[in-house]
Each structure stands twice: as C-alpha cells, then as structure tokens.
C-alpha cells in the first residue's frame, strides 16, 4: 500500500492515508507537543508550556484537546487542589513514533552537511 496506489484517484489529499497522516500531524505545534511527549513521556500542562517557550496557554490548550479527540494523547486529571493535569501519549500517538524517529534521522543526515 503506498503512493502508487492513489495516483490518478486523488480528488482531494485528506482522502488519501497520506492526508489523514498530514491532519494527524501537521500544524505548526502538533509535532512539537508529540516530540516532547515522547520524550517526557508524562508531562503536566505548565511543564508543557515552558518547554515549547513560544506558545500562548490558549493555543496550547486548544491543541492538546484537538489531540486528545484524535485519540493521539490522554489527559488524566487528579481530583486535588490546585488541580493537576497530566498528558501522555495514547497508543495511536505512540505509533507515531517510527515517523518522528525517520523526521530525525533526516534531520541529523542534513544537518551534518
């Protein structure tokens, strides 16, 4: 299954699986959010927001649910005052992770030059 098989077929790119990967995956912050994830593993909202820098606390907020309907990550909330919240990467947003290794590896080769 690759790129050959929706040559001439392609009305529009989200209905390829290409597309979906894009929707998945693009925007200027998604990759970032997955990237620190991975890292982090479980990390708290603030967290989050200090380690991305230039994020305004609303768009944050705005992708991390975007993300959490796509199924990519989990919030888990702990009933306690101040409240915490953390994410962490679903198993879909997991399954990402091949992507992002190759997107580094890219990288490094290029980068060297």
């Known amino acids: 299954m690759g790129m050959k098989q929706y040559e001439g ?3 529009i790119l989200s209905d390829t699986p290409f597309g979906y ?6 925007g200027k912050w998604r990759l970032v959010i997955l990237y620190l994830l991975i890292e982090y593993e479980t990390i708290r909202f603030n967290e989050l927001k200090r380690k991305i820098g230039s994020i305004t606390y609303k768009t944050l907020s705005v992708q991390l649910k975007e993300m959490e309907a796509d199924g990519l990550i989990m919030r888990k909330e702990y ?3 101040p409240p915490k919240v953390e994410y962490s990467l679903s198993e879909k947003g997991k399954s990402l992770f091949p992507i992002m290794e190759a997107m580094c ?7 060297q030059e």
């Not at 990967?21 to 693009?26: E, V």
């Not at 590896?105 to 980068?111: M, R, S, V």
């Open 105 to 111: 590896e890219w990288g490094f080769t290029y980068t």
């Open 79 to 81: 009933p306690q005052i």
């Open 9 to 11: 077929k392609i009305k």
């Open 21 to 26: 990967t894009l929707m998945m995956i693009g």
